[in-house]
């Protein structure tokens, strides 16, 4: 009799640990930041880039350019499928993004970009 108790007791726990996870995990991933203004990277980016040694890429329908802080994006193109994974091939963040600028807050390290099924390798220092 307790012997069932206490494998229902564990399978409610394991269960409910479970439920929780994914809602951890959405705690840990960077939270995208979408700069308002229309117009493509500003000159106050692009001096920002240069003084930095970074240098603007632009590749299909989107440019970006990095700092020790994070990734700066600007799409042309509305519905644009992102993922950022870690060197380790771990998924660090997910989603759509529509046109305009964005910023993804990284920290110093090298990451891989994934837009709209083409991957970059981005290094941020």
């Given at each position: 009799m307790y012997k069932k108790f206490y494998i229902l007791f564990l399978s409610v726990l394991m269960i409910v640990f479970q439920a929780e996870l994914p809602a951890q995990q959405d705690q840990n991933r960077p939270s995208i930041v979408?700069?308002?203004g229309t117009?493509?990277?500003?000159?106050?980016?692009?001096?920002?880039a240069s003084s930095n040694?970074?240098?603007?890429?632009s590749v299909d329908g989107f440019s970006y350019y990095t700092?020790?802080?994070?990734?700066?994006i600007y799409f042309t193109r509305p519905?644009?499928?992102v993922r950022l994974f870690a060197l380790t091939g771990q998924l660090l963040w997910s989603g759509e993004l529509v046109s305009g600028k964005f910023f993804i807050p990284t920290g110093e390290g090298i990451y891989?970009?994934?837009?709209?099924?083409?991957s970059y390798k981005v290094s941020c220092k």
């Open positions: 979408k700069i308002e117009e493509q990277l500003s000159r106050l980016d692009t001096d920002r040694n970074q240098q603007i890429f700092t020790s802080s994070g990734i700066y519905n644009n499928n891989f970009l994934r837009v709209n099924n083409k």
